[in-house]
């Protein structure tokens, strides 16, 4: 997870109506807003995945992001945090897990198949390139949405 702070000088009702508005014409984006009891507004971004192989060629990042009211009148605090979508973190784990359990299995002598041997370390290697190719992809997601954010709230 990683996390991006800033003021800006609005208050955070209307930053949450202008971030609504800007997003609503964008396609392909799910958009939450909800407005709290203490002047906080908190919404949620992500890109629609509909099918798993749109995992690897869209914005797989949830954006979180809260709008604060501060001490000095007519101007908000903005926190936003990004982090990867649940089923990319799911499906790595799961790749990892099973390529070491099977590489555990060889070594303890449950299963003296060469072959099993060779399988789990083809399916750890996967699992291993699979997180290094999604850190810098997380990293260029990223900054796609610090653009997209910027533009919006003209910071």
């Known amino acids: 997870m990683k ?9 955070p009702k209307e930053l949450g109506e202008k971030i609504a508005s800007e997003l609503d014409t964008i396609k392909g984006l799910v958009f939450n807003l909800d407005h709290d009891k203490n002047d906080t507004v908190t919404f949620k971004i992500r890109k629609r995945i ?3 192989w749109y995992l690897f060629y869209l914005n797989s ?12 009148e007519n ?5 936003i945090s990004f982090n990867q979508h649940f ?8 790749d990892i897990l099973l390529g070491l359990s099977l590489l555990i299995a060889v070594v303890s002598g449950k299963n003296n198949n060469a072959s ?9 290697a996967v699992g291993l390139v699979l997180w290094i190719r999604i850190q810098k992809k997380y990293k260029a997601n ?3 949405y610090k653009t ?3 533009q919006i709230l003209d910071v």
């Open 116 to 124: 099993m041997y060779l399988i789990g370390a083809v399916i750890l």
């Open 50 to 52: 509909l099918y798993p």
């Open 142 to 144: 990223i900054q796609e």
């Open 75 to 79: 101007e908000s605090d903005v926190e």
């Open 3 to 11: 996390k991006w702070n800033f003021k800006i000088k609005n208050n």
């Open 87 to 94: 089923l990319w973190v799911s499906v790595i784990l799961a």
């Open 61 to 72: 990042i949830v954006v979180n992001g809260k709008l604060l009211k501060t001490q000095t």
């Open 148 to 150: 997209l954010i910027s």
